[in-house]
């Protein structure tokens, strides 16, 4: 048998912590071809996206993916990130989350060019596409809250 990875019940525990407190969690993705996210808001082969019940429908998070329905400029998309490509999961409000090592992703082709970006690095200042007019601070701290995990 092989050994099933603790990410995806990490990701999910994180999630459920940040709902809990009244907090709203986003994931941080490496794109690469097996991720279905709208590729005009990839930015250096990454996306912040907010999974908080209020922005997402049919949220699943399973073992392998994690799915959903969310509203980018108005237009209803569906979400499709594959677990290993989730760099990290965090409160919007305090930063307060967990960072994953991502293997090596090939660079996503933005606006017919190659990106020469790492993708395995990971911005944590929350912009996602999905979020309201209003721009919120990034947390205070940043990434000193997050804690690697292989």
Not at 52 to 64: F, I
Not at 111 to 131: C, I, M, N
Request: hydrophobic share 40%; glycine share 8%.
């Amino acid at each position: 048998m092989s050994e099933i990875s603790t990410k995806p019940y990490l990701i999910r525990a994180i999630f459920q912590w940040c709902t809990d407190q009244g907090l709203t969690p986003y994931i941080a993705v490496a794109v690469d071809r097996h991720t279905m996210v709208p590729r005009q808001f990839v930015q250096d082969g990454q996306i912040v996206l907010n999974i908080s019940p209020d922005a997402t429908q049919s949220l699943a998070m399973g073992n392998e993916l994690i799915a959903f329905q969310a509203r980018f400029g108005g237009v209803a998309q569906n979400i499709s990130v594959p677990i290993e490509n989730v760099a990290a999961i965090y409160a919007r409000e305090n930063g307060h989350g967990m960072a994953f090592e991502v293997s090596e992703i090939p660079a996503v082709e933005q606006g017919g060019e190659d990106s020469e970006s790492d993708a395995t690095s990971v911005g944590f200042a929350p912009q996602p596409a999905d979020l309201p007019d209003e721009s919120p601070e990034p947390p205070k701290g940043g990434r000193s809250h997050l804690k690697l995990v292989k």
